[in-house]
């Protein structure tokens, strides 16, 4: 291609025009999110920002592969399957609200599809950090398989439960493709898609991304940082997650000390925390989120800033969550 804008602007406007057409069909599709408890919204919104994100972004890569403007990408069946599951789940959460146990098993079986190319990866080609001689060993691929599965369970699911207020999760991932694009991995489509995305919800939201869009950029983010060089350089891929990973860590911790399940859902995020000591100010709020994310980003290749930034971070997040964590004090 003679331009490298050429995918994200058009991926953008398509993205503008699917998501102004689902706007209207939202009601009679029933892609609507209604208000409740951890919702930061008081009025029924349409949930219909990730279709759009997908069907736009896609019928330009669709495009873009019939005009040839882009090699057919060499990705195995089981990435495909696993991005379209992803996607598929969450449209139908979206549609019919599942509750959070229902949708465990399938959300269990994804992770290992999606993880099956690059433990295959692992074995042929093996990891600079690691001895040659380990990469035959069968405990060793055993662990790395229950390791790659977890990384593809635990950043969808992160993603979604950290799509909490307008805008975060959207500039979260476009921050971090954007750091993965200086690195040579080729994420113009969902870069446009996702400003689309934005452009669509500023300066307040019209619709959300919903669980289709936020397991969608969560998988496609687990998948592209390990293209980018996740498995080379670990450090890497967990600094780029660390703003939703450690929050979602606290919340486990949370949790625990509450007495409360995993799956019981609340409004003590960080980005929930945030909101209220901005006094519900959420271009404010979303701008805080979005610097700290392009910190992790930024320094990702500086690891001992990285960690100090995430140390800085975990201390907030305990600082944020004192009351929960310390009620006595």
């Known amino acids: 291609m003679k331009t490298p804008f050429l995918l994200p602007i058009l991926s953008l406007s398509a993205t503008l025009i699917v998501g102004l057409l689902l706007v209207r069909l939202a009601v009679p599709l029933g892609f609507i999110d209604l208000p409740g408890d951890r919702k930061v919204h008081t009025l029924p919104t349409p949930r219909t920002g990730g279709l759009a994100m997908v069907l736009g972004g896609g019928l330009v890569f669709l495009l873009a592969l019939a005009l040839k403007w882009l090699p057919w990408p060499a990705l195995p069946w089981q990435t495909w399957l696993a991005g379209f599951g992803f996607i598929t789940v969450g449209a139908a959460d979206d549609r019919f609200s599942f509750q959070p146990r229902q949708k465990v098993l399938v959300l269990l079986a994804l992770p290992v599809l999606a993880a099956w190319p690059w433990v295959l990866a692992l074995r042929a080609t093996g990891a600079p950090w690691l001895p040659t001689a380990w990469t035959a060993s069968p405990l060793l691929l055993a662990g790395a398989a229950l390791l790659i599965t977890f990384w593809f369970m635990a950043v969808p699911n992160a993603v979604n439960i950290e799509d909490a207020i307008n805008g975060y999760m959207g500039g979260f991932t476009f921050l971090v493709l954007l750091g993965l694009a200086l690195r040579g991995v080729d994420t113009r489509l969902a870069l446009g898609a996702l400003l689309g995305f934005l452009l669509l919800n500023w300066p307040k939201a019209r619709h959300f991304m919903g669980d289709a869009g936020s397991?969608?950029?969560?998988?496609?983010?687990?998948?592209?940082?390990?293209?980018?060089?996740?498995?080379?350089?670990?450090?890497?891929?967990?600094?780029?997650?660390?703003?939703?990973?450690?929050?979602?860590?606290?919340?486990?911790?949370?949790?625990?000390?509450?007495?409360?399940?995993?799956?019981?859902?609340?409004?003590?995020?960080?980005?929930?925390?945030?909101?209220?000591l901005t006094g519900e100010n959420v271009a404010l709020t979303t701008s805080l989120l979005w610097f700290n994310a392009a910190g992790f980003v930024a320094l990702a290749n500086r690891p001992w800033w990285a960690l100090g930034q995430a140390v800085l971070y975990v201390l907030a997040l305990i600082f944020l969550n004192r009351k929960l964590l310390f009620p006595k004090f």
């Open 215 to 276: 397991f969608g950029c969560g998988f496609f983010l687990a998948e592209a940082i390990l293209r980018g060089g996740g498995l080379a350089h670990p450090s890497m891929a967990l600094f780029f997650t660390a703003p939703i990973s450690l929050d979602v860590a606290m919340g486990l911790v949370r949790r625990k000390r509450l007495g409360m399940t995993f799956f019981t859902a609340d409004r003590s995020t960080c980005p929930h925390h945030l909101l209220a």
